[in-house]
């Protein structure tokens, strides 16, 4: 019994150990690689050309771990090794969470326009007043981008309007207000039918300027937003996402 157990721990020999091995290395590798491309760039320890470098690397750590993983599998299965199979299938599983983010941004990269600053008027988007030095500071311009932006905007979003509701504006404004805070949005500016504020992103801290239009009307009060990104040809969707959700979260909470 002892001598049939010997021999079935040494199937394959070292092979399956040391690529199981190699296999989590390579894992916990890219996992490192990506994680830390965000806030190393967040933290400007590295610029932005560096940490997509990170984040580009991680991906081939990864696709490494994945391929050595299925040849694992194969060779377990040959050997009966189980233990090795049982790596190599946690490995692919773990593999494949962590590339779901990524995967994710690229596949609204993908069919997102090469545009970073939407509005629910782009006839005449709301103005940035208090947030203009700070634009004027970034690479994107401070003044919306014209009519090839609005024509790619009403293409890929054409649902982007802005909200109607029949309340007095001072009860419209305080709501945005507590929406904005909510959002945990830094707030630059209030006036008696505007807001402007700076969302950052999470992972990355990318810095979008936001600005929230009241206009009174017969029936109620109009409300307009415009988020505009300070770096990137591209948002890869995020700003409409942003309008979106907030002009729907601020009509349930004005309910």
């Known amino acids: 019994m002892t001598k049939e157990r010997s021999e079935h721990s040494h199937r394959g020999g070292i092979w399956p150990t040391l690529l199981a091995w190699v296999s ?18 967040r933290w400007e320890l590295i610029n932005l050309g560096s940490a997509f470098n990170l984040m580009r690397n991680g991906v081939y750590a990864a696709t490494a771990a994945v391929a050595i993983s299925i040849l694992l599998l194969l060779i377990s299965a040959f050997t009966r090794r189980m233990g090795a199979g049982v790596v190599a299938i946690f490995v692919i599983a773990a593999t494949a969470a962590l590339l779901y983010m990524p995967w994710q941004q690229w596949q609204r990269a993908q069919q997102a326009p090469t545009i970073h600053d939407i509005t629910t008027d782009t006839q005449h988007p709301p103005e940035f007043v208090a947030l203009r030095d700070a634009r004027e500071a970034s690479p994107n311009a401070v003044d919306y981008p014209g009519e090839q932006t609005a024509r790619q905007q009403k293409n890929a979003y054409p649902n982007m309007q802005a909200l109607q509701v029949s309340a007095p504006i001072a009860t419209v404004l305080a709501a945005a207000q507590a929406e904005v805070e909510a959002s945990g949005w830094q707030i630059a500016a209030i006036t008696d039918n505007t807001i402007e504020a700076t969302a950052t992103t999470r992972w990355f801290g990318f810095e979008d300027d936001v600005i929230i239009r009241l206009t009174e009307q017969q029936n109620g009060v109009q409300v307009d937003m415009r988020s505009a990104s300070r770096l990137g040809a591209s948002d890869i969707g995020t700003n409409a996402l942003r309008i979106e959700t907030f002009l729907d979260k601020l009509g349930k909470r004005l309910e």
């Open 24 to 41: 989590v290395i390579a894992l916990v590798v890219s996992a490192l690689l990506i994680a830390s491309a965000g806030p190393a760039y």
